[in-house]
């Protein structure tokens, strides 16, 4: 789904959320502490998706699930304040759900998309035991509860073995993130003591609190998400953060004050809030449109619009792409199709067999440049040794003996991977084109979270020819220097003792910017 989609599904979820408050506070014979905690809960899960929604820009799945996760927590709460049956059924329904939901969130968030083994066996189990669950609804209360049973245990089963199979991925997330979840685990555990001791003398006070307390646990995690990498909110085009929070606060004010003298109450106060911050969900999936259309005359320079050459650069991508569809892949088959007239001769066919076995050999190898082939079967070693080789055979006329040396045990999580593989790509290509030498050195490692790539030759190019070059001359440096400068590496160069030059690359692996999408 589109994010302008995404983002209007959101917001009329919002909306109708906000008159099923008020028809709830309408029907609130009075105050109670027990209707009161969910409303201001749900108002706070409401602005945080307008926040984290707004600042994802780039469609990212982990953060739209999670957002979609908070939207079921919210008609969790407030329809267990509901005593109607419909609301009763309503609530029966989207516990199943809301599990279903909360597990997938979980695989995305460990491995944020990337392939692994069983992945498409664990969504069939998932999909389909949710599925049987709401079939039993159907059928008794008995069998409902047998086959939510059925779906909590096989959920769990499928969670556990797959972390079990990528501990080693697993462990490196919940490292690289373990701040941030202990952080959520202490705010949702001081907020619930507070909650508990609060309301300790009112009966069922926490009947079916904890189903949405572990989601929270990765809500500070999921914020730093958006904080680090998707910081783009539109608004921060026009105004700066203290601007930005300074009109909020002025126009929370004014909104208490009003609602004060009119005597209104405390859920009152809440919805109005809620009405706040709707508008200003509209007005920045408007703003956003704008700014991506560049109708506006905005020409403040923000993360927002560097977000926006981001993904310009991506277009660009697929523009290279679709050019190569059309200049190499179309025209070798319109002209296998033109010479099946004539397919008989013997000529002919060994035109045509010519032809296919080098459109097949050129899409591999584009294949190869678009997204590189990781074998998972492989180790991360054996991998980058079959490209060196790849790339020695590609080379038959130039003879140089290359050393690679590398760990048995090297682990790098996806997609620094493949980010590495195409710079050792680029790197040797380099190598055999330009370089007169005939020896090359390659040293590839990760120790405690940096990963160091070396790549040098014994040749006679000048140092100073290639740090000053312009970057029309040699558009891989620039490319490389320009990828490696995104993600917080260094790239640097040497004059390699005796001879030659040597090439050091350093990139900080963290769990955090493993979230994002590189561009080759």
């Not at 294949?367 to 038959?396: C, G, R, W």
């Not at 593989?421 to 490692?445: C, P, Q």
Request: net charge neutral; hydrophobic share 50%; glycine share 4%.
């Amino acid at each position: 789904m589109k994010h302008k989609a995404l983002n209007l599904l959101f917001l009329a979820n919002h909306i109708l959320l906000i008159f099923y408050m008020c028809w709830q506070a309408n029907n609130s014979a009075q105050l109670k502490i027990e209707s009161v905690t969910p409303l201001l809960v749900v108002s706070l899960l409401l602005t945080d998706i307008t926040y984290i929604s707004s600042c994802n820009i780039r469609a990212n799945n982990v953060i739209s699930l999670f957002c979609g996760v908070l939207i079921l927590d919210c008609w969790y709460m407030l329809l267990l304040l509901d005593t109607r049956y419909i609301a009763n059924f309503l609530f029966t329904v989207i516990s199943p759900v809301m599990w279903y939901a909360f597990i997938k969130f979980l695989l995305l968030f460990l491995f944020q998309g990337s392939k692994y083994k069983f992945r498409k066996t664990v969504n069939i189990i998932l999909l389909i035991t949710c599925i049987g669950t709401l079939t039993g609804l159907c059928i008794s209360n008995r069998a409902f509860a047998g086959m939510y049973g059925i779906q909590l245990f096989a959920s769990m089963s499928c969670l556990l073995f797959i972390v079990v199979c990528y501990r080693q991925r697993v462990a490196f997330v919940l490292k690289s993130e373990w701040k941030y979840i202990v952080i959520s685990a202490a705010i949702v555990t001081i907020s619930f003591l507070i909650y508990y001791l609060a309301t300790a003398d009112i009966a069922y006070h926490i009947s079916n609190f904890g189903v949405y307390l572990p989601v929270l646990l990765f809500f500070i995690s999921v914020h730093g998400i958006v904080q680090k990498e998707h910081n783009a909110l539109p608004f921060f085009a026009i105004f700066s953060r203290k601007q930005f929070i300074f009109i909020i606060s002025a126009i929370l004010s004014v909104i208490g004050t009003a609602v004060l003298i009119l005597g209104g109450g405390y859920e009152e106060l809440l919805i109005s809030i809620n009405i706040l911050f709707a508008s200003f969900y509209l007005c920045n999936i408007v703003l956003a449109q704008n700014l991506k259309n560049k109708t506006g005359s905005i020409t403040k320079e923000s993360e927002y619009h560097a977000a926006l050459r981001q993904l310009e650069q991506e277009e660009i991508l697929k523009s290279d792409f679709a050019d190569f569809l059309h200049d190499d892949i179309l025209q070798d088959l319109l002209a296998i199709k033109n010479m099946m007239n004539k397919a008989h001769r013997p000529d002919i066919q060994d035109m045509i067999i010519e032809t296919l076995d080098g459109l097949n050999t050129h899409i591999r190898q584009q294949m190869q440049d678009y997204h590189p082939i990781i074998l998972k079967n492989l180790t991360e070693k054996e991998n980058y040794q079959n490209l060196i080789e790849a790339v020695t055979l590609s080379f038959p006329y130039r003879n140089i003996a290359v050393s690679f040396d590398c760990p048995d045990s090297l682990f790098l999580v996806e997609p620094y991977n493949v980010l590495v593989y195409r710079l050792l790509k680029e790197l040797l290509m380099n190598v055999y084109k330009h370089s007169d030498g005939n020896r090359a050195w390659i040293t590839l490692s990760q120790e405690k979270g940096m990963i160091e790539l070396c790549v040098s030759d014994n040749g006679t190019a000048i140092l100073e020819n290639i740090i000053s070059s312009d970057e029309t001359a040699h558009k891989g440096i620039a490319s490389m220097r320009e990828q490696v400068s995104r993600i917080g590496g260094t790239i640097s160069f040497s004059n390699n003792i005796p001879g030659g030059i040597h090439v050091k690359i350093v990139i900080p692996m963290k769990g955090d910017v493993s979230y994002q999408y590189f561009i080759s």
